[in-house]
């Protein structure tokens, strides 16, 4: 299992590289690994605007 962990690092560092119209293309083709990059440089601001608009923290 640690590889496998290590293996979705390394890639996800590949596409963090990358611009991000190129991961969003790589996410449309399927890319689980760009998903992931582009969940992780938005989900703070995502929830921080759900939180605003809701006043709820859950």
Not at 12 to 41: H, N, R
């Amino acid at each position: 299992m640690e590889q496998g962990h290590q293996r979705i690092c390394c890639d996800s560092a590949i596409f963090a590289a990358k611009p991000q119209s190129e991961v969003i293309a790589d996410v449309k083709a399927g890319s689980k690994y760009a998903f992931k990059t582009l969940y992780e440089q938005h989900i703070g601001r995502v929830y921080a605007l759900c939180y605003r608009l809701t006043g709820d923290k859950a």
